[in-house]
């Protein structure tokens, strides 16, 4: 008798804490966390004139290396500088994009994600879906001022049924650079159609030199560039599907063309470490006189004067041009978001936030970054055009193109972005077809919860 | 006497109970409540029964190649690196030559982090300026270096060389209970004529069968956490030729945001690891002492 009691005596306990741990589990939807249901700017009436600055959670993963660390070091410091008496700005480092992401989202199950949150690589979404995030809405409403600096494009882009869930801070305008020796030497210039482009590899080999700098390792940043790219200028369709949000379908006679091209680029045109390697290995590869073209925004400009990371008097060799067709990858960055719980912080958040992607915020990114602004009042500053010639050719580059898309990144459900490492390799090792890929990469994002 | 004890060993035993329903049994019972629902970052669990265990043995063939991946290591961190432990432990037991600086310099890989060893690898192993390739570019005229991680020939054999050679966790555990062996023994064996070989494989080698069977299940049990030299070498391709367990239930939790199938090939790898410990105490008889 007193075994059977112990027995259902634990049975209940293990039920009890079973029950427990789920509904813990799903405390993300719970009315504290009901973000998207708040009102911005409520705390304002109940905060007393004179009090201790509201502490805000803040995780960066732009530290040491990455190319933004000085732009981020510099926005934080002049915020302080300006709010530091109203609010405190509690920044934790990860030093890597990835480990972020992570992070954020491992936060985002418990529900309990930071005050300021940079919405990249599907964590916009988790927020959004999770509940766990303020629109602007009410935010911008109040301040026409902030509006039009970021303006209606930018925010058109991170609206969804009619709430803008983040701030961009910056524009993404991405073309390749090129190595006007070797060009010369090849006796070739930027190509204007894709037959050319191929053309222009052939000869570039021709010539001694290894023309891409590709890699599809991390998520394969500079292959998918010209994979974006080769999408987005084939017709209508293409042009289409590279500004369509979560695309779901990726079997595509545009796809499927552009995925054969890409095999080719793989196989014959570029660094024999570029399937599987790193962003570092590609950058490398160009900054160091190993090959004659790189797909990346202006954000790289600075590398081209870095002692560090390129030989003296390489950025005047450096070239930057469209992609065939008069085409361009423009896209606004998904930016901040406000993942704040009370009216108090999310005020606070709000605030941060409004400096990072104000017009100061932007000049900040401008000068310290190589961002490009939001806004078209921001301009690059008359030192920033004379150290870097490069920035203006890029501005001039960005204005003549016709032919806008965006890139695969900010487009794919992030599982699809971590999916190119593995699958860049099956396509050339010939264990895959480029219309297998394309069902792969259908199937993967149809796994998307 | 028992009985006058039984309160200071409830009393000592508590805060350790206490940590780990705190630690463990609580988290364990949360990834087994959850693998029966769907649920993602954010949103609350849905029950769902044993869709996800259908779906884990009937549909997804990525599932069954980690799993095989997973076991093929397990097999070899349990055989090759536990065999190279011992023997590198005999040898040093010996004190022969420099074996203190022998051991010492053995030791170097396992006091480096994963990810350091990864990046080390992937340097050494790079095609365009790596340290292998640039020693077979020296020989012959054709080029035959090659993309070691992500050749599907080499990937699964590169990745595995990152870390099946240095058992020096395992040689320091044997080394260690060699020491514990009476010299009353060795000089029994000498005076009755014994050779060193002799006495290595019908003395030693039996005594030691309860710690290389700690051995074999901390080494295979290691291969069920192992993730992040895999991650910096090849993120578990080309296509899923180095993806393991670990690595899947990371990409569905995180990149799927599928918490729930996720917690379900957790389940699978604790009872995975269960099965192994089990098999390998009753395969090499840990606990009893006959000999």
């Known amino acids: 008798m007193r075994k059977s009691l112990y027995k259902t005596g634990c049975t209940l306990a293990g039920m009890l804490m079973l029950t427990m741990s789920i509904t813990a589990c799903g405390s993300g939807n719970s009315a504290e966390n009901n973000g998207a249901a708040a009102t911005a700017g409520s705390g304002n009436a109940a905060a007393p004139a004179a009090k201790a600055p509201v502490k805000i959670s803040y995780l960066t993963f732009r530290v040491g290396t990455h190319a933004s660390a000085k732009m981020e070091e510099e926005q934080i410091k002049q915020f302080n500088a300006k709010y530091g008496n109203e609010v405190e700005v509690v920044v934790e480092e990860i030093p890597s994009d990835a480990a972020y992401v992570d992070k954020i989202k491992i936060l985002a199950a418990s529900g309990d994600v930071p005050d300021v949150v940079m919405g990249k690589d599907g964590i916009n979404d988790v927020l959004i879906k999770g509940n766990l995030a303020t629109p602007f ?5 109040k301040d026409a001022e902030w509006k039009a600096a970021i303006g209606e494009d930018a925010l058109a882009s991170n609206t969804r049924d009619g709430k803008i869930w983040s701030i961009s801070d910056q524009k993404q305008n991405i073309g390749y650079f090129y190595n006007k020796e070797m060009f010369e030497k090849a006796g070739i210039k930027p190509a204007e159609t894709w037959d050319e482009f191929m053309s222009n590899n052939e000869k570039l080999k021709a010539a001694g030199f290894v023309p891409l700098a590709l890699m599809t390792g991390e998520n394969a940043w500079t292959s998918n560039l010209i994979l974006a790219a080769m999408i987005g200028t084939n017709g209508d369709n293409g042009k289409a599907f590279m500004n369509t949000l979560h695309p779901t379908d990726f079997n595509t006679p545009e796809m499927i063309k552009a995925l054969n091209m890409m095999k080719e680029l793989l196989e014959k045109y570029t660094t024999k470490d570029a399937l599987g390697a790193g962003y570092a290995n590609a950058a490398n590869a160009f900054s160091q006189g190993k090959a004659a073209m790189i797909a990346n925004g202006p954000w790289m400009i ?7 990371k390129s030989s003296e008097g390489f950025d005047a060799k450096v070239g930057v041009a469209a992609y065939p067709d008069n085409s361009l990858i423009s896209t606004y960055e998904v930016g901040y978001m406000i993942g704040a719980k009370t009216p108090e912080t999310r005020d606070a958040a709000e605030k941060f936030i409004k400096f990072k992607t104000g017009l100061e915020g932007q000049t900040i990114a401008l000068e310290y970054g190589n961002v490009m602004p939001v806004s078209s009042e921001v301009q690059p500053s008359d030192a920033l055009k004379e150290k870097y010639p490069i920035m203006v050719e890029s501005i001039t580059v960005a204005q003549k193109t016709q032919l806008h898309y965006r890139t695969l990144d900010s487009i794919v459900y992030p599982n699809v972005t971590d999916a190119w490492k593995n699958l860049y390799p099956k396509l050339v090792a010939g264990r895959a077809t480029a219309e297998e890929i394309a069902q792969e990469l259908t199937d993967i994002a149809a796994k998307n919860k | 006497m028992v009985r006058k004890n039984r309160g200071y060993i409830t009393l000592f035993l508590l805060p350790t109970v206490a940590l780990f329903i705190i630690v463990y049994a609580v988290s364990l019972v949360i ?25 884990l043995f009937t549909d997804d063939a990525d599932f069954r190649q980690s799993a095989l991946n997973t076991g093929i290591w397990v097999v070899l961190q349990s055989t090759v690196h536990v065999a190279i432990g011992t023997l590198f432990a005999v040898i040093l037991s010996m004190k022969e030559f420099y074996w203190k600086f022998a051991r010492t310099v053995y030791m170097f890989p396992n006091i480096i982090s994963g990810a350091a060893v990864g990046m080390l690898f992937l340097c050494m192993l790079n095609p365009e300026f790596g340290a292998v390739n640039s020693i077979v570019r020296l020989f012959g005229n054709a080029d035959y270096s090659q993309n070691w991680f992500m050749d599907y020939a080499t ?24 020491a514990a062996i009476p010299e009353s023994l060795f000089e029994s064996a000498r005076i009755d004529g014994a050779s060193n070989f002799k006495i290595n494989l019908y003395i030693i080698i039996p005594m030691l069968r309860n710690i290389i069977g700690t051995c074999v299940i901390l080494s295979g049990t290691s291969m069920l956490q192992k993730m992040d030299i895999i991650l910096m070498t090849t993120g578990g391709g080309p296509g899923n030729a180095t993806m393991n367990l670990p690595i899947y239930i990371y990409k569905t939790a995180l990149m799927d945001n599928n918490f729930g199938y996720s917690n379900s090939v957790g389940v699978f790898l604790i009872g995975f690891g269960l099965i192994f410990v089990l098999l390998c105490r009753n395969l090499f008889r840990i606990g009893s002492s006959e000999h």
């Open chain 1, 137 to 141: 809405n009410d935010y911008l409403d």
């Open chain 1, 302 to 308: 600075g590398d081209f004067s870095d002692p560090a």
């Open chain 2, 31 to 55: 990834l087994f409540g959850t693998s029966f629902t769907e649920w993602s970052a954010g949103r609350s669990p849905v029950f769902t029964g044993l869709a996800n265990y259908i779906k």
């Open chain 2, 155 to 178: 990937a699964f054999l590169s990745v595995t060389m990152t870390w099946l050679p240095y058992a020096a966790v395992v040689t320091i555990l044997i080394l260690a209970e060699i």
